[in-house]
């Protein structure tokens, strides 16, 4: 029986790894984390009966405790909250399905206590991979990407020699809005932003999805998994989301990974790698399909993929300058008080404004993403 965890257990990771847990009898929820859903972490518990839960609201938690009082279950919340769930002890794996730089701690903390990590959670690599790696390997810890594209690089790395990688192929479905000028885009609205053509994700990452900032943070999330340099990091275009990723290697052979747009298939593979289980669901017809297609980015119009590489080269505390600044933007994008293609504006101002910190402490990494949100407040007199 293994026994998961799982950081934002009502959000698209989740409620997808949920998904999988009534399917596969040999699975065991102990703990969950979520943020204020109290309707529907309360539905989970009832159904999953895991031992710790939390919300980070405590006014949420309170209201949760009172709701499943008839039940067996520790109610927490805030920061000890997500620790606690995190390191539940009779937990094998977590799944950090969260969205945010508030997941680092909570995954060095399972780290510290032997979980292996199924890795959904892209921000902890991003700003601590220099920190995380390391402590992953000193400590015996497996990390296995839950990001359809990491999974595929993962999957095509098997068996391989790292010293024979020539290059990673980066995967981008190009988003909603895939071939537009930036004058179309000056226009476009939140609405249309969430409209993504294959992937169900949260808003957040939907948002990200259509800026090409995601594909810019996984770009530097690779970088730490898979131990490479930005420049064997190539982006490819790739409309169908057929070809989740693939590597490139010395003698030049291309091996990948396909198959539908589905999330629960890579953190499937995650919770029961090197297995792979039976999955029901459509397939990949070839035939069908006709024709894959593949372009470059286009960096000029999309420039959050330009700066997320601009940062990843730079490092050190860059990154999380970065992804603060990302966030902040896609939250005032979503409030409809900038457009769209302030975004990247104002990543690159954050970045510009930046004082960097060559080798950040966990400390220092969550001081400058305070520091990152509050140059952004400044400049809209938030």
Same mark, same amino acid.
Request: charged share 25%; proline share 4%.
């Given at each position: 029986?293994?026994?998961?965890?799982?950081?934002?257990?009502?959000?698209?990771?989740?409620? $997808?790894?949920?998904?999988?847990?009534?399917?596969?009898?040999?699975?065991?929820?102990?703990?969950?984390?979520?943020?204020?859903?109290?309707?529907?972490?309360?539905?989970?518990?009832?159904?999953?009966?895991?031992?710790?839960?939390?919300?980070?609201?405590?006014?949420?938690?309170a209201?949760?405790?009172?709701?499943?009082?008839?039940?067996?279950?520790?109610?927490?919340?805030?920061?000890?909250?997500?620790?606690?769930?995190?390191?539940?002890?009779?937990?094998?794996?977590?799944?950090?399905?969260?969205v945010? /730089?508030?997941?680092?701690?909570?995954?060095?903390?399972?780290?510290?206590?032997?979980?292996?990590?199924?890795?959904?959670?892209k921000?902890?690599l991003?700003?601590?991979?220099?920190? #995380?790696?390391?402590?992953?390997?000193?400590?015996?810890?497996?990390?296995?990407?839950?990001?359809?594209?990491?999974?595929?690089?993962?999957?095509a790395?098997?068996?391989?020699?790292?010293?024979?990688?020539?290059?990673?192929?980066?995967?981008?479905?190009?988003?909603?809005?895939?071939g537009?000028?930036?004058?179309?885009?000056?226009?476009?609205?939140?609405?249309?932003?969430?409209?993504?053509?294959?992937?169900?994700?949260?808003?957040?990452?939907?948002?990200?999805?259509?800026?090409?900032?995601?594909?810019?943070?996984e770009? /530097?999330?690779?970088?730490?998994?898979?131990?490479?340099?930005?420049? +064997?990091?190539?982006?490819?275009?790739?409309? +169908?989301?057929?070809?989740?990723?693939?590597?490139?290697f010395?003698d030049?052979?291309?091996?990948?990974?396909?198959?539908?747009?589905? /999330?629960?298939?890579?953190? $499937?593979?995650?919770?029961?790698?090197?297995?792979?289980?039976? /999955?029901?669901?459509?397939?990949?017809?070839?035939?069908?399909?006709?024709?894959?297609?593949?372009?470059?980015?286009?960096?000029?119009?999309?420039?959050?993929?330009?700066?997320?590489?601009?940062?990843?080269?730079?490092?050190?505390?860059?990154?999380?300058?970065?992804?603060?600044?990302?966030?902040?933007?896609?939250?005032?994008?979503?409030q409809?008080?900038?457009?769209?293609?302030?975004?990247?504006?104002?990543?690159?101002?954050?970045?510009?404004?930046?004082?960097?910190?060559e080798?950040?402490?966990?400390?220092?990494?969550l001081?400058?993403?305070?520091?990152?949100?509050?140059? #952004?407040?400044?400049?809209?007199?938030?």
């Amino acid at each position: 029986m293994k026994k998961i965890g799982i950081l934002g257990s009502t959000g698209s990771i989740g409620t $997808q790894t949920l998904e999988i847990v009534r399917k596969e009898k040999d699975l065991q929820v102990v703990s969950l984390a979520a943020n204020s859903n109290v309707e529907l972490m309360e539905a989970q518990i009832r159904e999953f009966l895991p031992k710790t839960a939390a919300l980070w609201e405590e006014v949420a938690a309170a209201d949760l405790r009172e709701r499943v009082r008839d039940l067996p279950v520790r109610i927490v919340s805030g920061m000890d909250g997500l620790l606690e769930v995190a390191t539940e002890q009779e937990m094998n794996t977590l799944v950090t399905g969260i969205v945010g /730089m508030i997941g680092i701690r909570p995954t060095i903390a399972a780290i510290e206590a032997g979980k292996h990590i199924a890795l959904a959670n892209k921000e902890t690599l991003v700003t601590a991979g220099h920190i #995380i790696m390391p402590f992953a390997r000193e400590m015996k810890v497996s990390i296995l990407p839950v990001d359809s594209e990491h999974s595929a690089i993962f999957q095509a790395l098997h068996g391989e020699k790292r010293s024979q990688v020539e290059k990673i192929l980066l995967t981008a479905s190009g988003g909603p809005f895939r071939g537009k000028t930036r004058e179309e885009l000056a226009d476009m609205t939140a609405e249309e932003a969430l409209k993504h053509p294959n992937w169900n994700m949260g808003p957040k990452v939907t948002i990200d999805s259509a800026s090409l900032c995601n594909k810019g943070l996984e770009v /530097m999330e690779a970088k730490w998994l898979f131990d490479v340099d930005f420049s +064997q990091i190539e982006v490819v275009v790739h409309p +169908q989301s057929i070809l989740h990723s693939a590597v490139q290697f010395a003698d030049g052979a291309i091996v990948g990974q396909m198959g539908v747009p589905d /999330m629960k298939l890579p953190i $499937q593979y995650a919770l029961f790698y090197p297995d792979r289980r039976p /999955m029901k669901g459509d397939r990949v017809d070839l035939c069908k399909l006709g024709s894959l297609t593949f372009e470059k980015p286009d960096t000029e119009t999309f420039r959050g993929l330009a700066l997320a590489y601009e940062a990843g080269k730079r490092g050190g505390s860059m990154p999380t300058v970065f992804n603060a600044a990302n966030e902040r933007a896609v939250a005032l994008f979503l409030q409809k008080k900038i457009q769209f293609l302030q975004i990247p504006e104002l990543i690159q101002a954050a970045m510009e404004s930046h004082s960097y910190v060559e080798s950040p402490t966990v400390e220092e990494i969550l001081a400058v993403e305070a520091q990152t949100h509050e140059f #952004i407040r400044r400049m809209f007199g938030e």
